[in-house]
Structures are given as structure tokens and as C-alpha cells.
């Protein structure tokens, strides 16, 4: 065995952020509240039914992870206090630290047995479930084939948990540290059902516990007492509103009424933050795609891989990122985001050519697929409720009109949003992916098989499917890299989406706050945020 034992790392950044009050600093004898505008109303707080960045911003909260992040968004010891990974790489025993759920039960590897074994059960439908396939029988338990008693996981003891894969697995320890893979608290869930995760009922292993949720309205966390790192969590009280209008949340910021704005900063507004609201406004890396989702089931018109082509020809990236939104987002003629750890290379084939070259041939295609100005194509474009994805949505349509297409635009807010696309009920689709392990194998795995994109749009392609799962096993980075590459570029040779940037972060965080660390995964633990001393 080699021994890879971790000591915890000190997450305290004690370098105050700068003198500009934005919210009225606690006195003594104060509760330390932060108040948030997280960007959108959850569907869920099961950790296990989630879906967006805004959900998990919560539940990341409430439920403590084998293996947790810092406030730079490295990886660190959360219940596991160390663990050994086998020299095959294929064994992975993890030792928990003395821990209770916030009902004084303790926190043993039976529950971690229990959490790996529902993300896998079918009927939870959990969109990262295949993360996990390397665990041994994950794949087939997910897809109904076997009983997730078969899954490779043992509670050697108390504490000790030990998870056999298949093959070795790079990003293994990234998979252990979502909030999917979250021991649970088997004997609150026995009893309460689905109704666990309500207040009054919640059970926490996390820094805080769920106190209240007001849909719409609100949602309270407070400080966990019985959390094992409890004293030294500063924060006493955070309170997520879901606030999906960047307008409305930089104007309950600068009043002082939010201490953190994740709804990012409408572009309209962005160089009046810039020149305002100084070290406030938070640029940053983000490892996240904006693209457009294709449906390409049967009878769908972009099931015409001619359409697919000419629509992503036809699109001026560049204008986009330049000119609508202007905060540093890159033109994306590519799936994987740039700045993703070991990122496969390749882009779409038309990359260099000018745009008189790719409407020509744009128009071509429309009319070999029976499609033009006198016989218009006509596509639902959905996207979720954001004023940036609207003009992104109306400028896209515009780019699209010389071919013949006519789009009718359909907003909804995010739940209802991300909803319909899991159901196929929609043509083409505004989708935002944000990087939930930093290893292109985030991205290239949502549309192989099983995969959520694969599920979401049907694409299917047995070749593809065959090189993202060798460059899984494969652990020379050089190798895998070139797997990885001949993977994206066979997705983006099919056009079987249409990527338009790579994403920064746009956030605002008040200067009273120390603790808070841009960082790619985008990941800011409330556990480490501290006021900062002015």
C-alpha cells in the first residue's frame, strides 16, 4: 500500500480585502449573519436530486464530504481525516475522523456506504451517478442490472471505509468531494422519506444546519454546533435568497442588504462595477462551458447534422463575448474549457475560416436540407431567466435569420429550465456547465452513454463512448490527453452542440468579508468566511 495520509490545511486568509464598507459590521455581541443572493430558487436540497451551482452553494453547506474543499479550492480532509490509496490504484481505504450528525448520532462508514449506494439507485436519477462508475457494479446497479448491495464499498469498521474500482481513476478523490457523494443519515431518511430534507427534519453533517426555507423567499443555514470543526466556523447565520435578476442583486449589494451577489453582473452594468465598486467586484477563472443543447432525437430537425453545421456556422462568437457581455469570456469553437486541468486541444473545423466563407457555406446547407428564406425552419430556443441569456438568445436568433430560421424565444426560471431539458422537451437549449472535478472527463463523459447531456439530447456514438471511457483508465497524462482530444473533436465534428464561450466568474463580495477565494471550481466553502477587521 502507499500510504497517502493528509493533515488538515489551515483555510484562514487573514489578509483583510480593503476599506470599502458595503454592509454594517457586527458589534460584539452580534451574530455574524451573511446575507447572499444565490441566483435561483433550488428544486431540491437532497444532495443527491440536485442540479445547479446554486443548490449545491447550499448544500455543500448542510453536508460534509469524505473529502472536502479549501477555501483555494484544493481538496482536503472533510469526515476522512486520511486515507490510502492502493499501489494498483484501484483500493481506496478512508479513515473518519470522530464525528456526530447535528442530531448527536454518530457519523460511522456505514452511512457513506449507504449515500454511494442510493446516487446509483435509478430512481434517484442523480446526473453525475456515472462519476462513479469506476466503483465496482456502479454501472450496473445504476442501470437497474444489479442490487446496490453488488456496489464495491465496505464498512470495514466504524470508521473505516474502503471502495474498490474497476480500474485506476485520476479524478476519483474530485468525485468523493461533490455534495452527491455526501455520507447521509441512513436513520433520518428510513423515517422521514423524502420529506428529510425540510426543516425540522434535516439532519446535518456540515457546518450548518437547515433552519428554514421559505420558497421563493428564502432559505436559513445556522451554525452547526455539533459540527466537528465547529469552533472554528465564524459565520453564525447565512441566508440564500433566490435572486435571479442580476439587476435586482447588484442593487440589494450596493445598498448593503446582500454581502455576496452570485447572480454575476448584468454586462450593461459590468464597467460601471468596475469603475465603483473596486475590490468588490470578483473576475476570476471558472471551469464552465456556455454552449446550446441540440435535440437530436428522431424527427427532431436538428437530428440533420447539415442543420447543426450551418447554425454553428453562422454564429458570431466573438460578438458575443466582445460586444454583449465584455467581462473576458473566450469565443469557444471547443467543448472542454480551456483552463480545465490537462484540457484536450482541437475546435469545430470552420474555426479559421472568415465569415463570408461560413455563411456561404451556412446557406448551402439550410438549402440541401430543404431550409430558407421561402421556406423558413422554425426552432424553439429555450433559456432560463437572466438577462444576459436573453440577449445572448436574441442576438443568436439574429445570426440565424439570413439562413431561413425563425425562432421563437421561451424563458423560464431555472428549476422549471434545467427540468425541461432533462425531460427532451425542447430543440435547442441554453446550458451552462460548470465543472464539478476539475478533469475534462467532466465534460466529454455528460454526453457518453448514460451521461446526462447523452440522455438529455440522444446523442449517441459508440466510438466516442469507446475513447472517453480508455482515457478514464489511462493514467499517463500525455496518453490520456490524446484521448481526450480525438474524443472532443469527434463530438464537435458530429456539431452535436454549439459552444459559444468559456465562462469567468462575475461575482460581488463585500469587502467586510475575509475567507472568500476566487478559484476555478468556483467553490467558496461558508465554513472559512470571516469578518474582516476594518
Known sequence: MTSKHHK???????????????????????AFSVDIANGAEPGSLDPQKTNGVWETRITRALFERLVSYAADGSLEPGLAE???????????????????????????????????????????????????????????INTGEKDGSALGVEAVDTHTLRIHLTQPTAWFLQALAMTEASPLPEHVLAKAGDGWVEPGNTVSSGAFTLSQWQPQ?????????????ADEVAVDKAVFYPIDDANAALNRFRTGEMDIAYSSVPASRFDWARENLGEALRVGPLTAEYFYMFNLHDGQPLADKRVREALNLAVRRDVITDQIL????????????????????????????????????????MQEAGYGPDHPLHLRLNYNTLEDHKKIAVAVAAMWKPLGVEVELINAEAAVHYATIREGNFEVARYGMVAT????????????????????????????????????????????RQLMTRAQQRLLDDYALLPLYDYVSVHLVSPRLQGWESNPMDVHPLRYLQESEQ
Open 326 to 365: 465584455g467581462q473576458g469570456q473566450t469565443p469557444s469553437f471547443w467543448y472542454v474549457p480551456r483552463n480545465t486541468a490537462n484540457a484536450p486541444q482541437g475546435e469545430l473545423e470552420f474555426a479559421d475560416l472568415s465569415l463570408d466563407e461560413r455563411m456561404t457555406r451556412a446557406r448551402k446547407l
Open 217 to 229: 423567499s428564502q432559505i436559513v443555514v445556522t451554525r452547526n454546533s455539533r459540527y466537528y470543526d
Open 437 to 480: 472535478i476539475n478533469d475534462p472527463f467532466d465534460f466529454l463523459n455528460a454526453y457518453a452513454d448514460n451521461g446526462s447531456a447523452s440522455q438529455s439530447s440522444s446523442y449517441h456514438d459508440a466510438e466516442y463512448d469507446a475513447l472517453v471511457a480508455a482515457s478514464t483508465a489511462e493514467l499517463d497524462p500525455q496518453r490520456r
Open 82 to 140: 486520511s486515507w490510502e490509496i492502493s499501489d494498483d490504484g484501484k483500493t481506496y481505504t478512508f479513515h473518519l475522523r470522530d464525528a456526530e450528525w447535528s442530531d448527536g448520532e454518530p457519523i460511522t462508514a456505514n452511512d457513506a456506504v449507504f449515500a454511494l449506494r442510493r446516487v446509483l439507485e435509478p430512481t434517484i436519477a442523480n446526473q453525475n451517478a456515472n462519476l462513479y462508475y469506476p466503483i465496482v457494479n456502479a454501472r450496473a
Open 8 to 30: 488538515m490545511i489551515s483555510p484562514r486568509t487573514l489578509a483583510a480585502l480593503g476599506s470599502l464598507t458595503l454592509g454594517a459590521l457586527a458589534g460584539p455581541a452580534q
